[in-house]
């Protein structure tokens, strides 16, 4: 029964191999019967990735993976693991701290409050607090993929992305173990989404997933040439740096913030270098988060949080799919969010061009909720013009890529009613404009550049009428190909933040302290796709 079982095995093995794209060309693989392993020949271009050559545009183009022929189906399952060294530095590294309410040291509780993490982990009177300047780090990524092609020639398929989650380590005077914290280490879904295609009417995508602007621009006009990301780099640098000193990366290319929600996607057929694309998305939720499936449903309660309310009974404020509500945060959401775009891609006698502009646009929830400045936590902000309410999302992005002989130069522009990362603008409070410029060097295994960023936006709502927010950043990068799917970079990054009126540091409106913040550092580190 054994070395039937085994022999089952190995055939299914060999035929999954034969029809993913990386081994397609490779001998026929050994199997390890005692190791339960597969080895196939390593490939020249290992990758791991949603977005792939048969579902991020109207026709399945030649590239890592493998094109479907009439009735097959391409699985590919692959993985990313990250590991570096990072030295990194702001201005919220140190302060004096107070001890949180109801701890030793510090204020009591008010009447029928709950006591605070802080406390029941020891928070214990007042002192400095200095966080060290470097780190380790490692995270891990899961893509699995299906392309397949009916007799017919409908091509269909599906994608998924899978990342590594982070939580605060948690312990106790006698074991913070690195143990307990590992155990809270989670697997989440990021993407998930089909895919339908004909090469002659064009590709349709449904469910979380990338939107117009992201599949246009693929992180070339916003400059992503390193595993880190760069200036995009939400789950690297940005991420080891304390919130309030991290830039926002304005151009919605690749951010979950723009792939987040459940949308659907048109793409047209390329004609002449030319496609176009709309989307159009109900809310910024995933639908399964409106009823009772949702397991953080009533969980995450409070004054107009906004969060962690399901309507599987009847309407409530902090719904996903709200028209309507009394929450403060109600206001601030997104509804109908569509874009528009065209793109150009072309070559001429070696000289690579990539162009795209879109339009977005959106509803938003109608607050209903009291204005008064006590309810709105603009007492302390005299002159403050928020209300409570928010304007429908209304921007144009666009960007620009010019290749020759290994270089690239261009750039990313953004502006209109928006609030940083795709927030909305309080009304009364300024639109935004952001650009970024770049350039880098491609040789053989060696990539090299550097890009910059600025942004002028409304930043906290609570300084609507009296302030806006600057941010700037640059960034440095230099990668080198190892082998195949093995890459090692390094990397640096300035940011800088300011806003009168705002305090970076403790995240509260109306103060004269910490209105500027900055930070700097250094990366160091490897990646292998498989």
Known sequence: MRNVLLTTLAALGASVLTVEGRAQNAPAPEFAPTQGQLVVRQSARPVAIANDNNNAQAAAIPGPFANPTPGTIVVHINGRVHAGFDSIWSSADQRFATAPAGSPGGPPLAPGAATPLATILGANGTGPVKLA?????????????????????????????????????????????????????????????????????????????????????????????????????????????????????????????????????????????????????????????????????????????????????????????????????????????????????????????????????????????LTTPAVLGTAAVPGSRFNGSYDGLNFGNGGLAITYAGFTIGGNIIGGRLNGQLALTPQHGVS????????????????????????????????TGISQ?????????????????????????????????????????????DNTIKSQGFLVGNVINF
């Open 432 to 463: 935004e404009i952001a650009y970024l410029i770049g350039v880098k060097y491609v040789n053989g295994p060696f990539t090299v550049g550097v890009a910059a960023e600025r942004g002028d936006y409304q930043g906290s709502v609570n300084l």
């Open 133 to 369: 300047p470097y780190a380790l780090y490692s995270y891990a990524r899961l893509y699995f993929g299906a392309d397949a092609m009916a007799t017919n020639g409908l091509r269909y398929g599906a994608g998924i992305e899978i990342r590594e989650n982070f939580t605060g380590q948690i312990g106790s005077n006698s074991s913070t173990g690195a143990s307990t914290y590992t155990c809270l280490e989670t697997l989440f879904v990021r993407r998930a989404f089909t895919y339908v295609a004909g090469d002659q009417w064009g590709i349709v995508r449904a469910g979380q997933a990338d939107g117009v602007i992201g599949l246009f621009d693929n992180g070339v006009t916003t400059f992503q040439y390193l595993p880190t990301n760069n200036l995009q780099n939400g789950d690297d640098f940005a991420a080891l740096v304390p919130g309030g000193a991290s830039v926002p990366f304005f151009f919605l290319s690749g951010v979950g913030n723009e792939y987040g929600n459940t949308k659907v996607v048109y793409l047209s057929p390329q004609i002449a270098g030319v496609d176009f694309g709309v989307q159009w998305a109900p809310n910024t939720s995933n639908g399964y988060g409106i009823g009772t499936g949702n397991p953080l449903n009533g969980s995450l309660t409070g004054s107009g949080i906004g969060t962690g309310l399901g309507c599987a009974t009847s309407a409530t404020s902090g719904c996903p799919n709200l028209s309507s509500g009394p929450g403060i945060l109600d206001g601030a959401k997104a509804t109908n969010q569509t874009v528009l775009g065209a793109r150009y891609q072309g070559s001429f006698s070696g000289l690579g061009v990539l162009a795209y502009a879109a339009w977005e646009q959106s509803g938003h929830v109608h607050y209903t909720g």
């Open 469 to 513: 927010r600057r941010a700037q950043a640059i960034d440095f990068g230099l990668g080198y190909t190892v082998a195949p799917g093995f890459v090692v970079y390094a990397e640096y990054q300035y940011q800088t933040l300011r806003q009168t009126g705002f305090d970076f540091i403790t995240g509260s409106a109306g103060s004269s302290a």
